[in-house]
């Protein structure tokens, strides 16, 4: 459900037509719909009651300050994976105790800062790293609060690029592994052990993979609870699916109770790690037709936005709707819809059956509030579109459009040298 409707031939978010947010703001442009966000929170949230529970919204999936700030005010914590991302999720009034940080790459300085601001958990996810995170927490006088993310072997059958849960995958440790870094880590006075953690993947379509992942994580923190290690919280990552196209993804209530079902008998808390669930399908993507060619038999509708502005269709050869915003009549056909950017793979959809549109219509691309802005960037020197935040008859503006001097923001083409002397051999 969400509030991307038709209302007398027009496409609005919530009440306001689409049409009017693109003459006022300029297109590309993101548009997402604070009722529909509130509404997948609500939903995901009630699917879990009965549990102690807590949902980190998965902030790489859109981490522009009104939806933190949004997801903040209904009670979320937040999944990290940069500093960066922490700094957005203080920045729009998020709690640090309810951070916690992923990623298989954090630096000293991520790590100093995660600390230091008291976040809920580092989930580390090698060896090395947890050596380093202990000689950071001892170095600023602290006890890091530490989980390991485990990587259960799990296929959740989905795009390769977004599986993170197989043993070949770059993500996590071992169950061998993780047996003997807890040990490492009990007897280390700078960590803190709290819990476990794993993270399968993205855009999972059914609950089996979840159930898998939970009953081997489970397993492991009964293992060590019998060692003597009692961990206090299990966080079982993110993924759940959205409907893109024909998919079939289990409502949040099934996925809820599902996770009920599987936790039953585990005395601590439960850690979920939504992104694309929530926003997903609470953010369209504005486009106007700039022309419209023919290349022997082929149909393009060229538009203005691009690869830079929505990479999942190039990136995963991922399906989003492509609708007309207005109700202008149109023949049915075949149609790629293309942007500016000079590559092949610049495509928002290919071969695509639709309504034919002309030069100056605007369209809708459905399904963007995940994984579009957050995954945009400056290539070819476009400028990023600006983002719009609808709450029932208000627009907020919530990033603008960048401009051309932003983009050489920082850049200089002469700049002041500065000499790096060779050292001079002795003998
Ligand atoms: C990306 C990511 C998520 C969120 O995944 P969704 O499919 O958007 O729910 C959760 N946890 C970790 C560690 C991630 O990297």
């Not at 689409?18 to 442009?29: E, I, K, V």
């Not at 989980?147 to 959740?156: G, Q």
């Not at 401009?403 to 003998?427: M, N, Q, S, Y």
């Amino acid at each position: 459900m969400n509030h991307f409707q038709r209302t007398l031939g027009s496409l609005h978010a919530e009440k306001i037509p689409l049409d009017g947010l693109a003459r006022a703001y300029g297109t590309p442009l993101y548009v997402y719909s604070a009722a529909t966000l509130r509404r997948h929170w609500k939903v995901l949230d009630r699917s879990l009651s009965g549990l102690r529970h807590l949902v980190c919204y998965a902030t790489k999936a859109n981490a522009n300050l009104a939806i933190l700030d949004l997801l903040a005010r209904m009670g979320a914590g937040f999944d990290i994976v940069s500093g960066g991302e922490l700094y957005r999720v203080l920045k729009a009034g998020g709690d640090p105790h309810k951070v916690v940080f992923s990623g298989v790459g954090k630096t000293d300085e991520e790590i100093a800062f995660a600390l230091s601001q008291e976040v809920k958990c580092l989930n580390v996810e090698s060896g090395p790293e947890l050596a380093r995170v202990s000689v950071v927490a001892r170095r600023l006088g602290l006890r890091a609060p530490i989980a390991l993310r485990v990587n259960p072997d799990v296929d959740p059958k989905t795009h390769p690029y977004i599986a993170t849960g197989l043993k070949k995958s770059k993500f996590g440790v071992s169950v061998d592994d993780a047996r003997r870094l807890y040990g490492l880590a009990a007897g280390d006075p700078a960590l803190d052990v709290r819990g476990l953690a794993c993270h399968i993947g993205s855009q999972i379509t059914t609950v089996v993979p979840f159930l898998d992942a939970i009953a081997r994580v489970r397993k492991l923190a009964g293992e060590l609870s019998r060692a003597g290690i009692q961990l206090r919280h299990l966080d079982i990552g993110g993924g759940l699916g959205i409907q893109y196209k024909d998919e079939n993804p289990p409502h949040p209530d099934e996925y809820g109770a599902a996770v009920k079902g599987a936790m039953k008998g585990f005395r601590g808390e439960v850690i979920l790690e939504p992104g694309r669930v929530l926003v997903g399908n609470a953010g369209v993507l504005l486009t106007r037709v700039l022309y419209v060619k023919t290349s022997g038999r082929k149909r393009f509708a060229v538009v203005d936005a691009a690869m830079n502005d929505l990479v999942r269709p190039s990136l995963y050869g991922a399906h989003h709707d492509i609708e007309q915003v207005g109700a202008e009549p149109r023949p049915a056909g075949t149609v790629d819809v293309v942007g500016p950017v000079c590559e092949s793979s610049d495509f928002l959809a290919q071969g695509r059956k639709m309504p034919v549109p002309e030069a100056g219509d605007l369209l809708c691309v459905r399904s963007a509030g995940a994984y579009g802005f957050s995954m945009s960037s400056n290539y070819n020197a476009r400028p990023r579109s600006a983002e719009v935040l609808v709450d029932g008859e208000t627009a907020y503006l919530v990033r603008k459009r960048e401009t051309w001097p932003d983009l050489v923001r920082g850049e200089k083409a002469r700049p002041a040298g500065r000499r790096f002397p060779a050292p001079r051999r002795i003998g």
